[in-house]
């Protein structure tokens, strides 16, 4: 039976091309990972569903790809479960395993489940796929890469300092320019407080978080269905009406917030950290954003958010601090910070801005062609020649017409052909050629090393 | 509620050190790979069930890791599967996507489905993780890393040579000395023609493959159990006491089986390969025999084993040549030929021999002192400067004690540790200190870069 392949909805091959454009930006961020001295860790793609349950909302739950138990998956299930067809029930009974959502998850995992091993402040990356079952839609895949960098064990804002950076330097290198958006939850904490819902801080920010899509009118209206007071909506409005450079919107939010410990506590450590920043001097526009929220769920200090200028996109990275990840896992206490980059967003900001290095779409230097087995032999020891000089190099292995040989070199981009032929091989040289300029030269291995280097 | 960490039985964390490791491995490989002039290529972890089904026997079905509809998954689902416990066909119902079982079918499927986008004879290579539900044991495990290279599209044995000559570049580069075996299925063929039981390759293969482990006589007996005759097993004799050296040996076989024309071209096959081998110069080891068998189910020529030489363990590579591996997904008559390395046993071969390089263990060169938010600025700076030299450094989080800066250093051994107090802070200098030697240096960023840059 003859099957016409396709892969699952929301997932993707990565042709060589791809693979060359996904490897330089992956290669860069782990460049800069390693220049501030994180080290790369790496978690099974499966872990137990009750590490994973529970940890993304009710709407996370639903969204875990699950494993199905292997064997005879039916024995001790519950009946009354598949009578009643509740299946996300039923799936933690067929289910022990599911696919990673994330990366911070299995890392706080980790990071109990190692305690004792681990050197404190650890500060580690870890790039890996992870899998959600979303409807898949323009941008978003059931599969992707997260590229994550946290510091646990150390509260210090010095970690902010150094993951943003970071942040600065990767996209420098990859020529993305962008702006990065600070805020502090301790100052939304503060702004709940202020204006006199401290119990509503969730509601604020969800609400004041859609400002620039819907205005102050549209969130207004939504903080009044949320049951805010008139008196809490009428106090918020200076704050959302802040303006001026940063240290005069941080001064102004200081003189609103004096009344709230915890948001004086906040403004505090975002001067310092802009401060920090200021003084190693970024490239990168540095921005306070009072209305970003962003996963509130964990995130206790710091938030960062990474959107691109030149290209309409969501945000390409984000990050902050929270105080208690491991705590679910039994160890309290330990704060962390950590920033993840978006790699598939980041690729298609490089795609439509064409950021890439030319000589990325070369794999191989240089062809040989194949006329016969003796030929093919000669080949095969000049091009082992070259590849001990650390040339890319291979041998066609057919000895098909030339003009499918070189058909195939052109397709192929491969910048130099050497020509091994009756005359060549009397010689013990090649004639080599160089694609672009159509020159021929014959060489020994030697002499067509030097050329190839020194093009 | 507390949750004690674990992770799924048979899948593995890996610390620093063992990515530091692994990495190692992987990059040996990759970059021998590039050298030549294979391309990188990814497919999804998740395939449908339906490529993946039959394609690895009933006892592969059944390792196949299934991952459960989404939604409600019970929809339309058989009942009577369930009322019977017809696990695996309800599972077909329950799941339409697996996780990957190996490199060769996903491949084959992408070759299939991107064919007009490809350029053949496409040379690619493949390192990614497979999942089978095994029952994990020493060495064994339910996620490991597969590293692949193949050509599909020529039938040129050049092909072969230039992966043998991959093989012997990548364990050159690890120290790890290594004998390849080599076969090819025609000369199996070709000796159950000669023993009068063309029908019988199978048994006869599996039956001998086992002659180092059991001895002949064993052989034998299995042999009348698999139904051969007296006659045919004894001359199947003559065939395994063959010996000599390579060229005595295939000489020898070829009289044996000069009457059988597929046993003869098995022969030539594997002079040509030899030849190849031996004109571009191998340090490994290269050894004829004819026992050796291999995933006889879809390999038609060559066959490639890979044993290492001064640890116990199964085999660290293999390979060989498919002539049909894509006509199950529609595409008929493209010749192939592989490799595969054992990722997972080379790391354990590696470990076992201590094959590393030194510098593996260290990620960070530099750890900068932290004593208070002045130094820590001056350090940010000066941490800065190193790395835009290219050297890994990292900042002390905390102004702790030195005592407790100092363990961590140790700990994580960096070789430097540069101390930045009231009077270096004056001189906008730093105190280097080595830290293999004790020696403290006083000098500016840039004259600290030279002599990280020297030692």
Redesign the interface.
């Known amino acids: 039976?003859?099957?016409?392949?396709?892969?699952?909805k929301g997932?993707?091959?990565?042709?060589?091309l791809e693979?060359?454009r996904r490897?330089y930006i992956f290669d860069t961020i782990k460049k800069v990972f390693?220049?501030?001295?994180?080290?790369?860790?790496?978690?099974?793609?499966?872990?137990?569903l009750?590490?994973l349950m529970g940890k993304y909302g009710e709407e996370g739950d639903?969204?875990l790809?699950?494993?199905?138990n292997?064997?005879?998956?039916?024995r001790g299930v519950d009946n009354s479960l598949?009578e009643n067809?509740d299946?996300l029930k039923?799936?933690a009974q067929?289910?022990?395993?599911g696919?990673r959502y994330d990366l911070t998850v299995p890392f706080a995992?980790?990071v109990?489940?190692?305690r004792n091993?681990l050197?404190f402040?650890f500060?580690?990356f870890q790039i890996q796929?992870v899998?959600r079952?979303d409807r898949p839609q323009k941008g978003r895949y059931?599969?992707f890469y997260q590229c994550d960098a946290d510091?646990v064990g150390?509260?210090?804002l010095?970690?902010e300092?150094?993951l943003l950076?970071i942040i600065d330097?990767v996209f420098n290198r990859l020529k993305i320019n962008i702006a990065i958006k600070l805020n502090n939850r301790k100052v939304l904490a503060g702004i709940a407080e202020y204006i006199g819902a401290p119990d509503k801080m969730i509601d604020i920010t969800v609400a004041i978080d859609k400002i620039d899509k819907i205005g102050i009118d549209n969130v207004n209206e939504e903080l009044r269905e949320r049951g805010l007071s008139e008196k809490s909506i009428s106090s918020l409005k200076p704050i959302l009406e802040i303006d001026g450079d940063i240290s005069a919107r941080l001064e102004k939010l200081e003189t609103l917030l004096s009344s709230s410990e915890i948001g004086m506590l906040g403004v505090k450590e975002l001067r310092e950290v802009i401060a920090?920043v200021e003084?190693?001097?970024m490239k990168s526009q540095v921005d306070l954003d009072v209305s970003l929220a962003r996963g509130l769920n964990y995130y206790t200090g710091t938030i960062i958010e990474v959107k691109a200028l030149d290209v309409v996109i969501g945000s390409i990275t984000g990050g902050g601090r929270y105080d208690n990840l491991t705590g679910?896992?039994?160890l309290q206490g330990v704060s962390g910070v950590g920033i993840s980059f978006g790699a598939d967003r980041i690729y298609d900001v490089m795609n439509t801005l064409n950021l890439y290095p030319e000589e990325l779409q070369q794999?191989?230097s240089v062809?040989f062609t194949?006329f016969g087995a003796k030929e093919?032999?000669c080949a095969?020891?000049m091009a082992?020649e070259l590849?001990s000089a650390?040339?890319?190099?291979?041998?066609?292995?057919?000895?098909s017409k030339i003009q499918k040989q070189m058909k195939?070199a052109n397709?192929?981009q491969v910048p130099f052909v050497a020509i091994i032929g009756e005359s060549e091989l009397a010689e013990g040289k090649m004639t080599l050629k160089n694609m672009n300029t159509g020159e021929q030269q014959l060489l020994t291995a030697e002499e067509a090393i030097n050329v190839i280097k020194h093009r």
Request: charged content about 25%.
């Open positions: 039976m003859v099957q016409k392949p396709s892969i699952p997932t993707r091959d990565f042709s060589p693979m060359a490897n390693r220049l501030y001295g994180f080290s790369q860790i790496e978690t099974p793609a499966m872990e137990n009750s590490t639903k969204l790809f699950k494993v199905l292997s064997g005879d998956y039916l598949i067809g299946t039923l799936a067929l289910c022990e395993k696919l995992r980790y109990v489940q190692h091993d050197q402040p500060r580690r796929p899998w079952a059931r599969e510091v150390s509260d210090s010095v970690n300092i150094e950076q330097e920090g003084g190693t001097g679910v896992f039994g794999s191989t062809m194949n093919a032999t095969l020891k082992k590849r650390g040339i890319a190099a291979e041998v066609y292995p057919d000895s195939y397709a192929a």
